[in-house]
């Protein structure tokens, strides 16, 4: 009886997402691991996260986890050939020309996750209803709607087009998913199938699979997989993206050994899905060096 109502009460602070960080983060990570967060001493990787959320703040994380403003660091640092093909860009949907577009193509909003409009075949389209649930989706904002994800508290809601790329080997996207510590990959997430019933695994950086998994098992990638020929340069490039930065995942497609950049995501699965075996969790913590707060700070907002 008495975890039920603790877990009614951490369920009512989730709900309250104009709290504290310190508080909400608290309330946020208990009701989803069942553990308690000390955000004076993390130790697991998700507690590590929750601190990121909380403690460090410079104002570029905006642009990184922007779809459209982190083209501009990715041409910098690795170049624009990694980038997908860019159509428009737009700040509502009624600016969207839909005869201007392909038969295919990919309408995503640039402030959240998860915001993917896959259009297969344009005349199929309702765009009445497109409109509408961009207009939706426009009017949400990620760091409110998650586990006050700070990075997206001031992204611009925009959309943009882009092109509809397809790996003919399988109905959906493969995703790389590069987990980098202090610039450096450790190790790498595959997810597949996300259409149709997402799988994925952790891998080291030879493609051997990893024994820690966050999904359940029904989710997790059984049998072999092809490694990618370019994964090497995957880990280059995701390494350029992550210099400097004390925690990024840096995700990429490869489709006929063309690397497409995905995006950055510094607060993975928003700290809910702990690592299974459970040792794995402080295992991977111990890669994560959180940043020092000075004397005096509250957060830390260099970014070097």
């Not at 109905?171 to 590069?178: I, Q």
């Not at 450790?186 to 997402?198: A, G, P, Q, S």
Request: with cysteine.
């Amino acid at each position: 009886m008495i975890k039920k109502i603790r877990k009614f009460y951490l369920r009512t602070l989730r709900k309250m997402r104009f709290l504290p960080p310190k508080l909400y983060a608290k309330s946020h990570y208990e009701y989803f691991t069942g553990k308690k967060l000390n955000l004076e001493n993390p130790i697991e990787f998700n507690e590590k996260i929750a601190w990121y959320k909380v403690f460090y703040r410079p104002t570029i994380l905006t642009q990184l986890v922007d779809k459209y403003a982190v083209r501009d660091y990715v041409e910098e640092k690795i170049g624009k050939q990694y980038l997908n093909e860019l159509y428009a860009v737009y700040d509502s949907p009624e600016e969207i020309k839909y005869n201007e577009l392909p038969q295919q193509f990919v309408l995503k909003a640039t402030h959240a996750s998860g915001y993917n409009l896959i259009v297969k075949n344009k005349n199929k389209l309702d765009k009445a209803l497109s409109n509408k649930l961009l207009k939706k989706w426009l009017n949400i904002n990620q760091y409110y709607r998650t586990g006050q994800e700070w990075a997206y508290k001031d992204v611009k809601p925009r959309i943009i087009a882009e092109k509809f790329i397809k790996d003919e080997k399988r109905e959906s996207l493969t995703d790389y998913k590069f987990y980098c510590f202090d610039g450096i990959v450790k190790f790498m997430e595959v997810h597949i199938d996300r259409e149709e019933n997402l799988k994925l695994a952790s891998y080291d950086l030879e493609f051997n699979k990893l024994p820690f998994n966050k999904m359940p098992l029904k989710n997790r990638i059984e049998g072999p997989i092809e490694k990618p020929a370019t994964l090497n340069k995957m880990i280059e490039l995701s390494e350029k993206l992550a210099k400097n930065i004390p925690f990024v995942r840096v995700d990429f497609y490869s489709i006929h050994d063309k690397i497409i950049f995905g995006e950055l995501t510094f607060y993975p699965s928003d700290a809910r899905r702990d690592y299974d075996p459970e040792e794995y969790n402080k295992i991977i913590g111990d890669y994560f060096k959180l940043p020092q707060l000075k004397n005096g700070q509250k957060v830390i907002t260099e970014f070097n």
